[in-house]
């Protein structure tokens, strides 16, 4: 690894397991830690495959389900921004519902404790790209343990977090008098009822209130 920045294997993995517990200082070097294996998967996967390799395995998993680490810095939603809706439109392969996917991680690891609600066009599409493949995959088994009830349209975290699914096609009945810091809408372009979008907007009462918004 380049010496000049510091990034010998050892002062990687200590600065990911201070990352918890140091804020926003710690988050940006988790960013640049991931532009750094990045490098390295380009140009020295050797190298890399030695640093993996004498990583404990505390240390290969915090930095494996860190999302500060893997999100590219045009996938990152910025703290500081103040908007309450921030919307990604990008082409298919960006990566939309893996950002979100992260961005919501992000919030259940942080302690957030509103309800939180992600809307989608079809119940497919909760279930199968936002809930299946990209969720739970990503999600720490051990320290957040998110867990599907598919007859609740709901998943549970470990640390009581509760994120509901509400579909589009079912129309806007479902997203009625919640009470939600948090919305994740997926692929709004393909949600022909602008009234889904008012009404969900109605229901961030608490906390910080945000909705981000992924689409193509």
């Known amino acids: 690894v380049n010496e000049t920045k510091c990034l010998t294997q050892r002062s990687i993995t200590h600065e990911m397991c201070q990352h918890e517990f140091n804020g926003v200082e710690m988050t940006v070097q988790a960013h640049k830690l991931g532009e750094e294996l990045r490098r390295l998967k380009r140009e020295d996967p050797k190298k890399l495959q030695t640093i993996l390799s004498q990583m404990t395995e505390a240390e290969a998993h915090s930095i494996y389900y860190d999302p500060d680490v893997w999100l590219r810095p045009n996938q990152q939603v910025k703290e500081e921004w103040p908007e309450s809706v921030i919307m990604f439109m990008c082409g298919r392969g960006f990566g939309k519902s893996y950002l979100g996917a992260q961005w919501i991680r992000k919030k259940v690891r942080a302690g957030v404790r509103g309800q939180i609600t992600f809307i989608a ?20 088994p051990i320290n957040e343990a998110p867990e599907y009830e598919p007859s609740k349209s709901r998943i549970v975290w470990k640390n009581g977090t509760i994120a509901n699914l509400i579909s589009a096609e079912r129309g806007n009945e479902r997203i009625r008098g919640k009470n ?14 602008k009234d889904v979008f008012d009404q969900a907007m109605l229901t961030l009462r608490i906390g910080e209130s945000r909705c981000l918004i992924t689409t193509t």
């Open 121 to 140: 066009p079809t119940s497919s599409d909760l279930r199968d790209t936002i809930t299946y493949n990209t969720l739970l995959p990503l999600s720490d």
């Open 180 to 193: 939600n810091e948090l919305l994740w809408i997926d692929e709004i372009g393909s949600i022909p009822d």
